[in-house]
């Protein structure tokens, strides 16, 4: 059996699926990325007068994710520690690896979770980072 777990306190999916599914213990969740919750605005984002993509502030967007994963991990009951596994997509690796590496290290202290790091062409939004984890809550939570 399992549970989908949908919250207005993360931005809106962009497709027909739920912030994440909960399965036993296992909580995963759907690709997150960094659109802020209220506005559905793209933190960092910066676009030319025909409304094109001019550049965007990869730190800006890494923070942003994280309080979104964060969001749906609360939304589950589920907490930042629980986190077990996390893979995450970057559009341009030469240029962002570094700067995302410090902020993903800022955020992971302690518990540290494996962790993938692909780097790809494109996103279905103008977004630079996308975050998939899986978390395992403690028995009874």
């Not at 909580?27 to 933190?43: K, M, Q």
């Not at 749906?72 to 690896?97: I, K, P, Q």
């Amino acid at each position: 059996m399992s549970t989908g777990i949908r919250t207005d306190t993360a931005p809106k999916p962009v497709g027909a699926y739920p912030h994440a599914r909960r399965v036993g213990n296992l909580l995963f969740l759907s690709g997150v990325g960094p659109r802020d919750p209220a506005t559905n605005a793209i933190p960092g984002n910066a676009y030319n007068a025909d409304g094109t993509l001019a550049g965007y502030d990869i730190v800006a967007q890494c923070r942003q994710v994280f309080a979104n994963v964060r969001a749906v991990l609360e939304a589950a009951g589920a907490r930042w520690e629980d986190l077990v596994d996390v893979t995450v997509f970057l559009t341009d690796m030469a240029r962002d690896f570094t700067a995302y590496n410090k902020i993903y290290a800022e955020h992971f202290t302690t518990a540290q979770p494996c962790r993938t790091t692909l780097g790809i062409t494109a996103l279905p939004t103008p977004i630079a980072i996308e975050l998939k984890c899986i978390a395992a809550l403690p028995e009874g939570r």
